[in-house]
């Protein structure tokens, strides 16, 4: 016996919704996390470069005002390096001085990681790892 007024497609239009509510979360998702990502690439670009920058600045003082070349202390430019990441809260980095043209220049890569909000519910790993780089040179002349 059917009980009074219950026809056969009951509950079809639920489980439509419930697939297609998936799917609409699912880019929702997918736009929410990717503009997260893109805000830490740009994060870590930007902490590399002002990090580069705030190295840059380390000059050997006591070499310059002999009149010897205008050169990058390496010890002082870690520092400043060291110090401007910690007050950001940085922990990741790595700074190298390649020689390019005779003049040796800082460089600076910093890794920032993100953590998924949305996509980790899909089964997507829960954090992804992105890295900055930025290259400065000490100014030896006026422009």
Do not use: W
């Amino acid at each position: 016996m059917r009980a009074r007024g219950l026809r056969r497609d009951e509950g079809r239009v639920s489980l439509f919704l419930a697939v297609t509510m998936t799917g609409v979360l699912a880019i929702i998702g997918v736009a929410y996390d990717g503009a997260g990502q893109l805000r830490s690439l740009q994060r870590a670009d930007n902490l590399a470069a002002e990090a580069a920058r705030s190295g840059g600045q380390a000059v050997d003082r006591a070499r310059a005002i002999e009149g010897g070349p205008k050169e990058i202390d390496e010890a002082d430019a870690r520092a400043a390096v060291r110090d401007y990441l910690a007050a950001a809260g940085v922990t990741r980095y790595r700074v190298t001085f390649p020689v390019v043209g005779g003049e040796k220049q800082i460089q600076v890569r910093v890794t920032v990681t993100y953590r998924r909000h949305m996509l980790g519910l899909f089964g997507m790993d829960s954090t992804v790892t992105v890295s900055g780089e930025a290259t400065a040179r000490a100014l030896t002349e006026a422009p």
